[in-house]
């Protein structure tokens, strides 16, 4: 498949040399483990791969890296200082670094990242947990980027995590939110409504929230922001459309970085009824039309 050698060839060329921390393995997939965090996806170089191919894949759904006010508030042809909070892999830093070489970039991750072996001078990569203090003064960045936080925060994090972004970002300079959003109605094909079922209940006992996206203006604004910007855009892999490829193949490859987690749930007691299941559900997912969407909105900080 054309996409995943494109994702293989971007991440051989940024590869991480290690990941630091404790690390749990279950069923062959490494976790992080920090017993602090809800967040329940691996940290190894398989999913690492998926990240960048996520990162494409929501590319193309937004037809860039940014919502198309962001650019009437932050100078990004002239210069400006970007901050990724959760830069997972680093895709939307390096992608952004090679359109806007006139910019500094700085990643901060739960998981302490190392530098990518072809890691621009522009780009400096930390650790950080938003749900403490970030190491940044107050007010240095121009522009802040936080996206896929959902199976990452608890419920009761996701205000402090918001304010800790506004706290970093210049007056008038601008945050953006970006998360996936379950739409409730799975009856289109039983296997499509068992993992979603089997995901909203994993991270209702881990105390997060699902419908997390539509929230996301409102958290802005009590964060003392204004919302400059929504856009929620569907993700429909009915479609034979470049974005729906894209989104396809992340969810074959996140229902293998889910599945440690999720198949004593599901009841699948061994890798060939996960198999089994998997190939099921990706034959049902082009069949569910408006299956999820992605919320995003942007907001200058007061």
């Known amino acids: 498949m054309k996409y995943s050698e494109d994702v293989q060839s971007y991440s051989s060329s940024s590869k991480k040399s290690s990941s630091a921390g404790i690390t749990t393995t279950i069923s062959g997939r490494d976790f992080h483990g920090n017993e602090s965090s809800a967040y329940w996806l691996p940290k190894d170089e398989e999913e690492q791969d998926r990240l960048i191919g996520q990162h494409f894949a929501i590319k193309e759904v937004y037809e860039g890296n940014f919502l198309t006010e962001v650019k009437n508030y932050v100078p990004f042809t002239t210069g400006a200082r970007v901050c990724d909070v959760g830069c997972g892999a680093g895709a939307w830093l390096m992608d952004m670094a090679m359109e806007y070489p006139n910019c500094t970039f700085e990643g901060v991750d739960m998981v302490d990242v190392d530098k990518f072996e072809a890691m ?53 300079g601008v945050i953006q939110l970006l998360e996936y959003y379950f739409t409730p109605n799975f009856d ?19 105390g997060q929230d699902p419908y997390i996206g539509p929230k996301q203006p409102r958290l802005l604004t009590q964060a003392g922001c204004k919302v400059i910007q929504i856009d929620n855009r569907v993700i429909d892999m009915s479609k034979n459309t470049p974005a729906a490829r894209k989104f396809l193949w992340n969810w074959e490859r996140v229902l293998k970085s889910m599945m440690p987690i999720l198949s004593p749930h599901l009841g699948l007691s061994d890798q060939n009824e996960q198999q089994a299941f998997m190939k099921e559900v990706l034959q049902g997912l082009p069949t569910c039309g408006n299956f999820y969407w992605m919320y995003t909105a942007a907001a200058q900080k007061l």
């Open 120 to 172: 621009p001078s522009r780009i400096n990569i930390t650790y950080g947990d938003v749900t403490e203090k970030l190491d940044f003064p107050d007010s240095v960045f121009d522009f802040v980027h936080m996206r896929l936080f959902v199976l990452a925060l608890r419920e009761d994090e996701w205000d402090h995590a918001i304010r800790e972004a506004v706290r970093i970002t210049k007056p008038g």
């Open 188 to 206: 289109d094909h039983p296997a499509v409504g068992k993992v979603a079922n089997a995901i909203i209940d994993n991270m209702a006992a881990r």
